[in-house]
């Protein structure tokens, strides 16, 4: 809204850039336009945070002259590609993107070798590659990487920024999208701010929440759930260099940022500007329900993380509006939600979220083999704004956590508690007649509960197949693999693939001999690629062979059909049949695919009259898969045993 006084601060903070601005203006009139667009909402969301203990104004224009900053050293051609996407701001719903996670070091050593193998998964159809954290951190434990001790360094052992850059260059001629970790919430403890914290100084022990004693460390403590429960039980780990006790809600090496610092705010700020002025085209922001912590609460979902990541956005919507945000939020499903913004911020907080709920019920229905609890709470998450979308997924670098609530298992009635037991036992293979090779991570034993731990292979019963050397076990396993994987290409949103899950890597159980990984089991499901494995996809009839082109030819399908793209365009379709998951996808121009899985393994049939309701023409239905009319039996349609249809009507 105009806002007199507002205008004329923001008219003499443009006189005031102008003064600065030397040589070429490289698109100075972009950056007015934008940054009077975002004016009045960088001073509602500054206000909103530290309005109450400090002026505004002079935080505002801190804020703008580090925009310019980024603003000015962002290359012409970044800048171009921002333009380009601003006219077409649907860009990223389009059917065509499918994306795969993996570690630089476990797939090709490092960013050089990752150049060379960007042909293999152009081979199975991928241009949208999220790189593990790669930044610099601690040697030996750092979670992965998920401890950052330099937001502008990468870490030598894989490469340098230079080498980022000249990928990001690369694959935006490949018209392939980089994604990259941004690790908000905490730095290592080797963080230049964490030294110096540690040796006395007070400004930058500000950047972190450091107490001389336990006094309110223990009030956190009473309402603060732990994260890791075995590994790193608490949220608070103390520090002998300094004597004090820091907040560590993950582990005592990884030091929560104290963003009620404004400083803080402003490092990290700059911080992600930095990394989107390499290249980078999404930021998946990670861990961010953590990043905002008031005493008396769980530290988790706060109204302030939200701030926060709207502040984010309207930064980046001045400098680099081109670059998306991933909410890493695996929170309950109404949680998950607001990550894409609310009210009038509604679209305008996080790009993508990972639809953590679908992927968990997914893994309910497999083991149950039955859909009631994935169609009930499907049916119950609200449809999320416009242009904002999911990353749809089976398996991520973490553990699966069961987030759905009791009260849905209860409604179906089901005892909740027995059945997430249920669950757990299933997938760690101790159910009878369980396949499954998982493990259950991050046991609670003051709440017994529990996530799950292991590879798309191992859960799904393939490793076990084939330790057994059992060609029917090995066939109903590829079988729910690709159902699945069926599911998640279809659904609405970004597919994400795990590398490895392409060929079936089994877990790699090496971590257990690794004194700095044995208590962290997630290390099970991030095996190191297998390149001899890889080859046996050229081989017929081989494992590898049979999901490898099983689905390279599923993600060519998706993207030849427009309904898949994320229009919002999603509908349940109930089948009378509790084991068949169904869906109806559509285009507004008339393109229409019906999704239908059987997650039992046995035949199931649906009723056409179901299809009839729909208002498809069964006569002309096609699965767009096998590219043949589906199987009837009488007026039944017949889905073999994890078998995935996707019914369009054709035009012949
Ligand atoms: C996110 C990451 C996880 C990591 C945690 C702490 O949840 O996905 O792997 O342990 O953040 O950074």
Not at 514 to 541: F, I, Q, V
Request: hydrophobic content about 35%; proline content about 4%; some cysteine.
């Amino acid at each position: 809204m105009y806002d007199p006084k507002l205008h004329s601060h923001l008219y003499r903070q443009l006189d005031q850039l102008k003064k600065g601005q030397t040589k070429s203006k490289n698109g100075q009139a972009h950056f007015e336009l934008r940054l009077a667009s975002n004016y009045p909402t960088l001073y509602e969301l500054l206000g909103e945070l530290y309005g109450s203990r400090m002026e505004i104004q002079p935080l505002v224009e801190e804020v703008v002259l580090v925009l310019h900053n980024y603003y000015k050293t962002r290359k012409a051609d970044l800048k171009k590609l921002d333009i380009k996407r601003e006219k077409n701001p649907d860009w990223l719903l389009n059917q065509k993107w499918v994306g795969m996670m993996l570690y630089v070091d476990h797939f090709a050593e490092d960013l050089k070798g990752l150049k060379g193998k960007i042909t293999y998964l152009e081979e199975l159809g991928v241009n949208f590659l999220h790189l593990m954290p790669l930044l610099k951190c601690p040697d030996g434990e750092n979670d992965g990487g998920y401890a950052v001790s330099d937001f502008q360094k990468v870490e030598p052992r894989l490469g340098s920024m230079d080498d980022i850059v000249e990928i990001t260059k690369e694959f935006r001629k490949k018209d392939i999208l980089l994604g990259l970790d941004f690790v908000m919430n905490h730095t290592s403890d080797e963080h230049d701010w964490a030294e110096k914290a540690k040796s006395g100084d007070p400004k930058y022990q500000e950047y972190y929440f450091m107490f001389d004693n336990r006094d309110v460390p223990d009030q956190f403590e009473q309402t603060m759930p732990e994260v890791f429960p075995e590994a790193a039980p608490g949220n608070f780990s103390f520090d002998e260099a300094s004597g004090k006790w820091v907040m560590t809600q993950f582990h005592n090496y990884q030091w929560d940022l104290n963003y009620y610092n404004p400083q803080v705010l402003i490092e990290m700020l700059s911080a992600a500007l930095f990394l989107a002025n390499q290249g980078v085209d999404i930021l998946r922001l990670d861990a961010v329900p953590f990043v905002w912590k008031k005493l008396g609460t769980a530290c988790r979902n706060e109204y302030e993380c939200h701030v926060i990541l709207r502040l984010f956005k309207a930064c980046f919507q001045i400098v680099a509006p081109g670059v998306a945000f991933i909410a890493e939020a695996i929170v309950r499903p109404h949680e998950i939600m607001k990550y894409f913004g609310e009210g009038k911020y509604s679209g305008r907080e996080c790009d993508i979220a990972y639809n953590a709920t679908s992927m968990a019920l997914y893994w309910e229905a497999l083991a149950s083999g039955e859909t009631n609890l994935l169609q009930r709470v499907t049916s119950n998450i609200p449809e999320k704004p416009y242009r904002t979308t999911w990353i749809n997924y089976l398996r991520s670098h973490d553990d699966i956590g069961l987030g759905f609530d009791d009260e849905d298992i209860y409604a179906l009635g089901i005892n909740a508690i027995e059945h997430r037991k249920f669950l757990i036992e299933f997938y760690s293979g101790k159910y009878p007649g369980s396949t499954a090779m998982g493990a259950p991570f991050g046991m609670n034993h003051k709440t017994g509960d529990a996530r799950i731990s292991g590879t798309l292979a191992a859960l799904t019963g393939l490793e076990k197949a084939i330790e057994l050397d059992n060609q029917e076990l090995i066939d109903v396993a590829i079988g729910r693999i690709l159902m699945l994987q069926a599911i998640v290409l279809a659904y609405g949103g970004l597919p994400m693939l795990y590398s490895g899950n392409e060929i079936g890597l089994p877990n790699d159980y090496s971590y257990q001999k690794d004194k700095e990984k044995s208590y962290d089991n997630r290390w099970m499901h991030r095996p190191l690629m297998d390149w001899k494995a890889a080859e046996r996809r050229n081989k017929k009839g081989t494992v590898e062979h049979r999901l490898f082109h099983g689905m390279k030819h599923l993600i060519k399908v998706r993207k030849s059909l427009t309904e898949f793209a994320d229009l919002n365009s999603f509908k349940l379709e109930p089948t009378e049949n509790k084991h068949i998951f169904s869906f109806l996808r559509w285009d507004y121009n008339g393109n229409r695919t019906l999704v239908l899985a059987n997650f039992f393994n046995g035949n199931q049939f649906v009723k056409q009259e179901i299809l009839h309701r729909i208002g498809l023409n069964t006569l002309k239905l096609k699965d767009a898969i096998s590219q043949s009319t589906p199987t009837y039996f009488h007026d039944l349609i017949e889905l073999q045993p994890y078998q995935c249809y996707w019914l369009r009507e054709s035009s012949s």
